[in-house]
Nanobody, 127 residues
Framework: QVQLVESGGGSVQDGGSLRLSCAAS?????????MGWFRQAPEKEREFVAA????????YYADSVKGRFTISRDNAKNTVYLQMNSLKPEDTAAYYC???????????????????WGQGTQVTVSS
């Protein structure tokens, strides 16, 4: 099994910043894998936020967060980060990280392709 533990969520004012972290571990965690961040607002479907390849050379963002969010990873720590700047009230959601063990070079934006998920961390942005 693979475990993902997110941290770093919280409440901020409009325009504020937060940094989310997600640490992966487990016996069946492969040596190379892509990772992604997704979010789900109340009464809405879960949506893609950002994804990163193993090397970090390929990164994708949702249009709604481009220029404000930055995904990165530290493979020595099996950890992926999401730096969120210029936060808006519409960014309020539960944020989930995920591991895709079938992709190394080219990450996917499709949540059904991810194998393991974290428990989520809440981000609340007030106006």
């Amino acid at each position: 099994q693979v475990q993902l533990v997110e941290s770093g969520g919280g409440s901020v004012q409009d325009g504020g910043s937060l940094r989310l972290s997600c640490a992966a571990s487990g016996r069946t965690l492969r040596s190379y894998y892509a990772m992604g961040w997704f979010r789900q607002a109340p009464e809405k479907e879960r949506e893609f936020v950002a994804a990163i390849s193993w090397s970090g050379s390929r990164i994708y963002y949702a249009d709604s967060v481009k220029g404000r969010f930055t995904i990165s990873r530290d493979n020595a720590k099996n950890t992926v980060y999401l730096q969120m700047n210029s936060l808006k009230p519409e960014d309020t959601a539960a944020y989930y990280c995920a591991v895709d063990q079938d992709r190394v070079v080219t990450p996917t934006t499709l949540q059904e392709e991810y194998d393991y998920w974290g428990q989520g961390t809440q981000v609340t942005v007030s106006s």
